[in-house]
Structure formats: structure tokens, C-alpha cells
């Protein structure tokens, strides 16, 4: 299984697709390491059309976000104000840890 660069709760930014020129950031709410996707809030939404429940009596069109692919997503970081690319730094007897490379922000 290949290893994503971006994980849950990750505030990312598009950068390919129709979401990119709107500029479009959004929090992550999963990733499918697989399939090289992850759903991200408020972006790349599609329409979903409901049928008749006790929910919706009348049936409803709803949207929702669909998987964006990973290659189309840069970790967005709030002290650069921009998408960035991260490094892993390692210390003795500390966990991995994800930085910003521009400024050396921590996203762990």
C-alpha cells in the first residue's frame, strides 16, 4: 500500500482541477491511501440525487464531496499562508514530525 503525504485533519489546498483556480482549501476528512484520494471538506462537489424516504418525502438533490486525487492536493500551511512541501525530521526518542520546508512549521 502506498504511504500518503497527507493525513486527516490536514488543512490542504488544490492544486490541479477546478478547485485550483478558485483556490479552494479545506480540512481532510479521509484518505484512501489505495486509491491515491482523500475527501476533502468544501471541495470537489457533486450532486447526488436522493430517492423518496421518510427523510425526504419529496426525494431531494444533494451535494457532497467526492475523492480528490492526491497528486491535486498540497498541505497548506498557516504561517506561509501558501501550499507547501514537508519533510519528516527525526530526533533521538521522538516521534516523526512533518515540517514545513519554506518556514519549519510543525503539521504534527
Given at each position: 500500500m502506498a504511504r500518503a503525504h497527507i493525513k486527516r485533519d490536514d488543512m490542504v489546498i488544490a492544486i490541479g482541477g477546478a478547485d485550483a483556480t478558485a483556490n479552494k482549501?479545506?480540512?481532510?476528512l479521509q484518505v484512501f491511501p489505495a486509491?491515491?484520494?482523500?475527501?476533502?471538506?468544501?471541495?470537489h462537489l457533486i450532486k447526488k440525487?436522493?430517492?423518496?424516504?421518510?427523510?425526504n418525502p419529496q426525494g431531494a438533490i444533494v451535494e457532497k464531496e467526492s475523492?480528490?486525487?492526491?497528486?491535486?492536493?498540497?498541505?497548506?500551511?498557516?504561517?506561509c499562508k501558501k501550499?507547501?512541501?514537508s519533510r519528516v525530521e527525526r530526533k533521538a526518542?521522538?516521534?516523526?514530525?512533518?515540517?514545513?520546508?519554506?518556514?519549519?512549521?510543525?503539521?504534527?
Open positions: 482549501t479545506g480540512k481532510v486509491r491515491r484520494s482523500a475527501i476533502v471538506q468544501g471541495m440525487h436522493m430517492r423518496k424516504s421518510q427523510d475523492p480528490v486525487a492526491l497528486s491535486n492536493l498540497m498541505l497548506f500551511c498557516p504561517r501550499g507547501v512541501k526518542g521522538q516521534k516523526a514530525q512533518r515540517q514545513c520546508r519554506a518556514c519549519g512549521h510543525a503539521f504534527d
